[in-house]
């Protein structure tokens, strides 16, 4: 809600809470730390601080792809958002890549007219 506001420090300390919290109750790779982590990341894409967007989509993302069972929707969402920053920061080629990737992964796991085809 705060980040929706424009209200990023608030966003970014509730977030910080948050994750703190988990730490004393969740295993380092629990899957909350890297939803976690992607809010975090979409706070900062909102205040154009690409470069630590990308730390935090990139360290959620590999708690994404080392948990069992491994959920690709989660992934392909991973996948999309790194692409939005190397968009972002101008990598066009990265950012393809990862849209591609982003694209097969949902093409894998739902069906032809599912929306999110229509927007990956």
């Known amino acids: 809600m705060y980040q929706k506001l424009g209200h990023y ?3 970014l300390s509730f977030y910080d809470k948050a994750i703190e919290l988990m730490k004393k109750a969740l295993p380092y790779n629990h899957p909350d730390f890297a939803s976690s982590y ?3 990341g979409s706070v ?7 470069s630590t967007a990308l730390l935090f989509y990139e360290k959620g993302n590999q708690i994404h792809e080392s948990t069992f069972p491994v959920s690709p929707l989660h992934l392909a969402s991973d996948y999309a958002n790194i692409g939005s ?5 101008g990598d066009y080629s990265k950012a393809l890549a990862y849209y591609e990737k982003s694209l097969k992964t949902y093409q894998k796991t739902l069906h032809s007219y599912h929306p999110a085809l229509a927007t990956s």
Do not use: E, R
């Open 9 to 11: 420090s608030t966003a």
């Open 85 to 89: 920053v190397h968009k972002s920061l």
């Open 44 to 50: 900062h894409m909102s205040m154009g601080q690409y």
């Open 38 to 40: 992607s809010n975090v």
